[in-house]
């Protein structure tokens, strides 16, 4: 039975990837950070053959430690500080955990058991602002802000230490991807989460930004085979997670409430524009999540994992929608369930 530590279990692709892992047959170590809430708490939904372990990526001792003590033959590490605008506000512990945080993997491996596979979450913000469309695994690497410097960072160690010890550890340069998994922080979740309260009666409207902004999103559900797939090849390798469509958050908002029964209309323009349903507004825009001109050509190619991998997503965009604003509902009801109990 192959082991296998995943590193970040507790939140969006930690669930999916220890999924796809039992399915495989593999015994599971899913590593969390202490915190004084007790961890079965915090993720009451993760598989139970999961074994719960702690650990800190901040803290060398800590890494080797878990890979003595587990012993695993793969390393998925999908802990981060993830959120790009705390990343300016933390920008310090952004690079600790994001970049110097690999760096303490990539040593505890070589030290305990070089043989032991890495797989590294890294984002296509490492890009920055890219002069060509869509971005493949070639494509210049220009960050522009401490979350894809240290990713960034992480990608240079990485292929250091196979250059120089051979470690063998692959990265995902993934785009946008989500599910009823991901934070509420996240414009993707604060949509379905507040589309289902809506039509619970549980609130009245929410607030985004610009509404033509376009992303590349795909399903965490079907990224997470890339994950895998990427260390059972012969050499480690760099791809490309994405689905090569874009749509606007204007889009995604349209079809969250056509999920619900809720038809949409626009009205008005700009910083003045609302979303109205049966008559009443739903959708305001809020200057301070406004940023304007926003990247409209990210798109990723991902050829390269098509041919090396055979690997391509398989949920479209308007299923994603319906699956997160499906699972919003599930909880919207049980809360006005509670609420009237
Ligand atoms: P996420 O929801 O932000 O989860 C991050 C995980 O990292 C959490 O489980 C968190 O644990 C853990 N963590 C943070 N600091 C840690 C530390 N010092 N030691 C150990 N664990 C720590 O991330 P996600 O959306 O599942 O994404 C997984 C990875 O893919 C991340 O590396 C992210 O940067 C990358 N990525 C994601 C996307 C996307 O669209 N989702 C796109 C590109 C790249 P706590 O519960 O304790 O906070």
């Given at each position: 039975m192959k082991r296998a530590l995943i590193t970040g279990i507790t939140w969006q692709d930690g669930f999916y990837l220890s999924n796809l892992l039992i399915e495989k047959g593999y015994e599971v170590f899913g590593m969390y950070r202490r915190s004084v809430l007790d961890v079965h708490e915090r993720v009451?939904?993760?598989?139970?053959k999961v074994n719960l372990i702690e650990g800190n990526l901040r803290d060398a001792a800590s890494m080797i430690s878990v890979i003595k003590k587990y012993m695993p033959d793969e390393i998925y590490n999908l802990a981060a500080q993830s959120f790009l605008p705390s990343s300016w506000d933390h920008p310090e512990l952004t690079c600790d955990i994001n970049g110097m945080g690999v760096l303490r993997l990539l040593e505890a491996i070589r030290i305990v058991n070089p043989k032991i596979r890495l797989y590294q979450a890294s984002s296509r913000e490492v890009f920055g602002v890219p002069e060509k469309s869509p971005q493949n695994e070639e494509t210049p690497i220009n960050p522009l802000n401490p979350y894809s410097a240290a990713k960034a960072f992480a990608q240079a160690m990485i292929k250091s230490y196979w250059e120089k010890y051979g470690i063998y550890s692959s990265f995902g340069i993934a785009f946008n991807h989500e599910s009823p998994?991901?934070?509420?922080?996240?414009v993707t979740r604060t949509i379905s989460h507040a589309v289902a309260r809506i039509k619970m009666g549980l609130q009245e409207s929410f607030e985004l930004g610009n509404l033509d902004t376009k992303r590349d999103w795909g399903y965490a559900g079907d990224y997470v085979e890339l994950m895998w797939l990427s260390l059972q090849q012969d050499k480690p390798d760099s791809y490309i997670l994405a689905t090569g469509e874009t749509h606007t958050i204007r889009e995604f908002v349209k079809e969250a409430f056509k999920v619900v029964g809720m038809p949409l209309t626009w009205e008005g323009n700009g910083l003045d524009e609302v979303g109205k349903s049966d008559g009443k507004i739903v959708v305001k825009i809020n200057p301070e999540y406004y940023r304007p001109?926003?990247?409209?050509?990210l798109f990723g190619d991902i050829s390269k994992a098509k041919k090396v991998l055979g690997w391509e997503p398989k949920t479209k965009f308007r299923n994603l929608v319906k699956i997160m604003v499906e699972e919003d509902l599930k909880g919207a009801k049980k809360e006005k369930l509670l609420m009237n109990s």
């Amino acid at each position: 039975m192959k082991r296998a530590l995943i590193t970040g279990i507790t939140w969006q692709d930690g669930f999916y990837l220890s999924n796809l892992l039992i399915e495989k047959g593999y015994e599971v170590f899913g590593m969390y950070r202490r915190s004084v809430l007790d961890v079965h708490e915090r993720v009451p939904h993760i598989n139970p053959k999961v074994n719960l372990i702690e650990g800190n990526l901040r803290d060398a001792a800590s890494m080797i430690s878990v890979i003595k003590k587990y012993m695993p033959d793969e390393i998925y590490n999908l802990a981060a500080q993830s959120f790009l605008p705390s990343s300016w506000d933390h920008p310090e512990l952004t690079c600790d955990i994001n970049g110097m945080g690999v760096l303490r993997l990539l040593e505890a491996i070589r030290i305990v058991n070089p043989k032991i596979r890495l797989y590294q979450a890294s984002s296509r913000e490492v890009f920055g602002v890219p002069e060509k469309s869509p971005q493949n695994e070639e494509t210049p690497i220009n960050p522009l802000n401490p979350y894809s410097a240290a990713k960034a960072f992480a990608q240079a160690m990485i292929k250091s230490y196979w250059e120089k010890y051979g470690i063998y550890s692959s990265f995902g340069i993934a785009f946008n991807h989500e599910s009823p998994r991901r934070g509420k922080e996240f414009v993707t979740r604060t949509i379905s989460h507040a589309v289902a309260r809506i039509k619970m009666g549980l609130q009245e409207s929410f607030e985004l930004g610009n509404l033509d902004t376009k992303r590349d999103w795909g399903y965490a559900g079907d990224y997470v085979e890339l994950m895998w797939l990427s260390l059972q090849q012969d050499k480690p390798d760099s791809y490309i997670l994405a689905t090569g469509e874009t749509h606007t958050i204007r889009e995604f908002v349209k079809e969250a409430f056509k999920v619900v029964g809720m038809p949409l209309t626009w009205e008005g323009n700009g910083l003045d524009e609302v979303g109205k349903s049966d008559g009443k507004i739903v959708v305001k825009i809020n200057p301070e999540y406004y940023r304007p001109g926003e990247a409209e050509w990210l798109f990723g190619d991902i050829s390269k994992a098509k041919k090396v991998l055979g690997w391509e997503p398989k949920t479209k965009f308007r299923n994603l929608v319906k699956i997160m604003v499906e699972e919003d509902l599930k909880g919207a009801k049980k809360e006005k369930l509670l609420m009237n109990s």
